[in-house]
């Protein structure tokens, strides 16, 4: 479980390197993927359990899909890296 959250981690930050740095939008997906990770690791689940998980996967999602249609993310790159996020 550890390694694929750590997959998981590098995965969403090698994407958040397409966006621009000035970007409020890159820093709301930073958020969102370090909530996800902390409650995967068990840290967090007694504040929202699963249902909370899901809904910050969902907004993550939102924001790498914002990206897309901005062409910060190549659509190949973005489909494969939703597939591994959605697993």
């Known amino acids: 479980m550890q390694n694929n959250i750590i997959k ?3 995965t969403v930050y090698d994407l958040l390197e397409y966006f621009p740095e000035s ?3 890159k820093n709301k997906a930073k958020e969102k993927a370090l909530l996800i990770i902390s409650a995967l690791a068990g840290r967090d689940l007694a ?11 969902d907004a993550l ?3 790498l899909e914002i990206g ?3 062409g910060w993310l190549n659509p190949v790159n973005f ?9």
């Open 79 to 87: 489909i494969i890296s939703v597939t591994s996020i959605k697993k």
């Open 47 to 57: 504040l929202g359990g699963e249902n909370s998980i899901q809904k910050d996967i």
């Open 23 to 25: 970007d409020p939008l």
């Open 8 to 10: 998981l981690t590098n």
């Open 61 to 63: 999602l939102g924001y």
């Open 68 to 70: 897309k249609m901005r």
